[in-house]
């Protein structure tokens, strides 16, 4: 595993019930809690790792999660990834390209579901533009996630092309 860059806390609840003494009333009570996520670049991400948080955040969807050699391709070329882990369990990734000076192409932003809207994904990207400052962080947005990297600051970008075959090629 890579060097600790960062820990950030958010909060959870802990629901608690209580009898309200005066008119022996049942109150429920949320109590916030303290999450502790760690991030980190890691180089070493096992196979089986990085496809469970794929499965688990729905990107597995539309990744080679049944071709194991794939994904084994993708952390073995992938050169800034940054995990988010709770308790050691890895609840979140960001899988990079870079040359870490001019373009950082993001790949994969995957937050297991029971992780979600609690400021992971942004944790994440924003770990991942610090890891490269001067490169243009670049990605293509999954359908689900297309109004959440506006609503987060990135810039949609109309002169994006991308070529799938080669036979493409006029
Ligand atoms: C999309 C995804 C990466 C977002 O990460 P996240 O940790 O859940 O989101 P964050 O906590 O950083 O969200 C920040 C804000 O965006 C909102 N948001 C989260 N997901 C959103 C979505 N899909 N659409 C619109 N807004 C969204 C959050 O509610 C939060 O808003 P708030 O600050 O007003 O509370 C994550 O939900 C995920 O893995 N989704 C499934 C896989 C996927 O689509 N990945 C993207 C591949 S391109």
Redesign the pocket.
Known sequence: MGGVLHVYKKLEFKITKEIEPRFGKLLVFKKRLKLMIKYQIEKELSIGEFTEVLIN???GERRPVSEPDRIAKMLEHGNLIITARHNEKLVGVARSLTDFLYCTYLSD???DEKY???????ELIRQTKLASPKAKLI?L??P??V??YP??GLKQWEQCYVLDHVEDLK
């Open positions: 955040s729905t990107l932003l995957a937050i979600q809207k609690q400021g992971i994904g942004k990605l947005s999954a689900k996630a109004h959440y609503k987060i």
